[in-house]
């Protein structure tokens, strides 16, 4: 049995105009089982809400702090917390 949780990860680096929110999206859908949202904040940053499998969760996390991205991580900060719901999908905000 999987261990549902909420992702909360703050992305900052050269990740505004460089297609980030796509491609996270489309991370999260390849990966499945996920709900959620990525949005450009006015700092700069992208903040990424996913809800649902741990594992799931973990690889998307994964893939944020990786080399596959688009533009330049220059890092990732994540709380984990119990899903709240309310998600259709994985949207861009």
């Not at 690889?59 to 259709?88: H, K, M, Q, S």
């Amino acid at each position: 049995m999987s261990d549902e949780v909420r992702l909360v990860a703050w992305v900052r680096g050269q990740v505004q105009g460089v297609g980030f929110r796509w491609f996270t999206r489309a991370r999260a859908l390849e990966l499945g089982d996920m709900s959620g949202f990525a949005l450009n904040l006015a700092d700069g940053r992208v903040q990424v809400v996913a809800e649902g499998p741990r594992e799931r969760c973990e690889g998307l996390l994964d893939w944020l702090r990786g080399d596959d991205t688009p533009g330049r991580v220059d890092g990732v900060t994540e709380i984990w917390d119990t899903p709240r719901g309310g998600y259709d999908g994985f949207a861009i905000r």
